[in-house]
């Protein structure tokens, strides 16, 4: 018994490696092919068209074994970054009693939660499929793509440099894409775990949420606050 489930755990440790090098190399592969310009202005038209047919192309990117939208994903991750260094420096700025050290881990910091959040939303979807397994490339291109309420309002937080008063704005309109993402995510993580009941599939997505709250929990010892997804 105890032999059986250390193979068990061996075969999966095996597969957490193949699928960890193999999602990689595709992004590695993609990046080097980004023509930044017309790919940037083909994920501007990618952005919406989600806002028009929301679930097809959730449907549509977890069902793709191309990866044709990773691209788009890895601009808008990109996008995301830049748009959080840009509001994480301004914050910084603000808080000159703190040492330069401090200061850089604290924009550090900042730039690792977007990516750590997808990844883990990605891993736990790939732990709870069903049957035949998505890939993790596939499962983290559709998880990005369903964040996308969430890195638009990044881009709006930039007004807060501006003036505190867009806070007053802010808080009930991340209310408002935190609930969009999370429908995003729940069709999403559906159409690659390949069920078709929602009673079935809401104690599956309850168990998928769980996991990204521990998530979401551990990093906070480490000061990296997770986005909601």
Excluded at 75 to 82: A, E, G, N, R, S
Aim: glycine share 4%; aromatic share 12%.
């Amino acid at each position: 018994m105890a032999d059986k489930k250390e193979k068990e755990v061996n075969v999966e440790s095996k597969e957490i490696k193949n699928e960890a090098k193999n999602t990689f190399d595709d992004v590695k592969d993609t990046i080097k092919n980004v023509k930044f310009q017309d790919d940037a202005k083909a994920t501007t038209g990618f952005v919406s068209q989600i806002f028009k047919d929301p679930l097809e192309i959730l449907k549509k990117t977890a069902s793709d074994k191309k990866n044709s939208n990773l691209k788009h994903a890895l601009i808008l991750v990109f996008l995301w970054i830049i748009v959080i260094l840009i509001v994480s420096i301004g914050d910084v700025a603000k808080t000159r009693f703190l040492p330069a050290g401090t200061r850089f881990m604290n924009v550090f910091k900042d730039l690792l939660e977007p990516i750590i959040g997808l990844i883990a939303m990605s891993s736990v979807i790939y732990f709870n499929q069903n049957g035949a397994k998505k890939s993790l490339t596939t499962i983290f291109t559709t998880v990005t793509v369903a964040s996308i309420p969430t890195i638009l309002l990044s881009v709006i937080r930039i007004l807060r440099l501006f003036s505190a008063s867009f806070g007053y704005i802010l808080t009930p309109l991340s209310l408002f894409t935190s609930a969009i993402t999370l429908i995003f995510i729940y069709f999403a993580a559906k159409d690659i775990v390949g069920e078709e009941e929602n009673s079935v599939f809401i104690k599956k997505f309850m168990v998928i949420e769980f996991a990204y709250f521990v998530c979401y929990f551990i990093f906070q010892f480490v000061d990296i606050y997770l986005p909601l997804l």
